[in-house]
């Protein structure tokens, strides 16, 4: 039996979850993600690195992802002095900056650096129907949701997403049922970016090992949403943490978003709230402004269009040379708070 807090709270069961409340909001402060009144207001640079370029090569042709504007995120991308453009994909809407490079007219070597520099600002986005577990319908069926219910190469909606459907047995409001998913995640997956085949959202592997990292996670949640007819979609971004107002940013991060009629899109993150059990309920239904969103979606066709197969996942920049996948590519992002809160 649970032992009773006794005479810690003499004035019953309200001080009681009052302390627990003032708890749980010191480990979010702690952790980092407590929100802000004020946005952040920061400058980003991200630069691309492309070596060991092959002699030889005739052309060059790069794409890195360029984050847009929405209702958590403004970005500005300062002027860019080269030949390079911005484009956006049709399929999701990405934005990101192209640009091919002839080798007979430009005297490369055996590297190349491209460097984009941003002002953004950064808010906190909470949904409280997400927090209440509110009883909201699932969306209307539109033309622009048939992307975010159909199965992804590396996301079938069979399978073992069959079995987990079976075995969960899902309740038919949306945001319950995805908080069903989200719980099941925490209490059913270990956390290991390591693991032989992690990394890539892989839903078969993922639900056989029970095991990944933040893509093998959110893969098996978007697979069970679209399964039950709830529009999700895959989201990827840079975390941007700071103790002293600056820092990098050297890899990317990922969640997930289902759309639900009434409140629109709401974010989960299963696997953050694996390694930081104190953040579970804060992080079904809120976005942090620790994050810069910078592309979404899954199988995605370039603008324009890579030779090579569609994208997996478009969170890093692509490099074909003389039309073929090229591997030598690095990116690093520095940035620096312009308001300190």
């Known amino acids: 039996m649970q032992q009773q807090p006794g005479n810690l709270f003499p004035k019953g069961a309200c001080s009681y979850k009052w302390y627990v409340t003032l708890l749980a909001a010191c480990f ?45 995120q403004t970005v500005e991308l300062l002027p860019v002095l080269d030949s390079g453009k911005i484009t956006t994909e049709h399929k999701y809407g990405n934005r990101m900056y192209y640009r091919q490079i002839a080798f007979d007219r430009v005297n490369v070597k055996d590297s190349l650096t491209i460097t984009l520099s941003y002002k953004i600002k950064l808010n906190e986005k909470s949904v409280p129907e997400a927090k209440a577990l509110a009883s909201l319908p699932k969306a209307g069926n539109s033309d622009w949701m048939k992307v975010y219910l159909t199965s992804n190469r590396l996301i079938p909606l069979d399978g073992p997403i069959e079995a987990l459907n079976q075995q969960l047995q899902l309740e038919n409001e949306p945001i319950r049922a995805a908080r069903q998913i989200y719980d099941y995640l925490i209490d059913n997956m270990v956390y290991n970016y390591k693991a032989p085949g992690a990394g890539i959202g892989d ?82 239904g809120t976005l942090s402004d620790l994050y810069l969103t910078i592309s979404h979606g899954r199988d995605v066709v370039l603008e324009p269009a890579q030779q090579g197969p569609a994208l997996n996942i478009f969170a890093d920049p692509y490099v074909e040379i003389d039309g073929k996948p090229y591997t030598g590519v690095k990116w690093e992002g520095a940035f620096e708070a312009l308001n300190q809160n």
């Not at 802000?36 to 794409?63: D, K, M």
């Not at 943490?241 to 409140?263: I, L, N, S, T």
């Open 28 to 72: 979010i402060a702690c952790s980092g993600y407590a929100g802000t009144i004020q946005p952040r207001t920061l400058t980003f640079t991200y630069t691309c690195h492309i070596t060991n370029i092959p002699s030889g090569a005739r052309q060059l042709n790069c794409w890195i992802p360029v984050p847009s504007s929405d209702e958590r």
């Open 203 to 284: 839903v078969r592997w993922a639900c056989n090992s029970k095991t990944g990292d933040c893509s093998d996670y959110h893969s098996i949640f978007i697979a069970l949403c679209r399964s039950r007819g709830i529009p999700a979609d895959h989201v990827f971004g840079l975390p941007l943490r700071a103790a002293q107002g600056k820092g990098k940013a050297k890899d990317w991060h990922c969640w997930a978003r289902f759309y639900v009629e009434g409140p629109g899109w709401i974010t989960i993150d299963a696997s953050e709230a694996d390694k930081h059990p104190e953040l579970r309920d804060y992080l079904f």
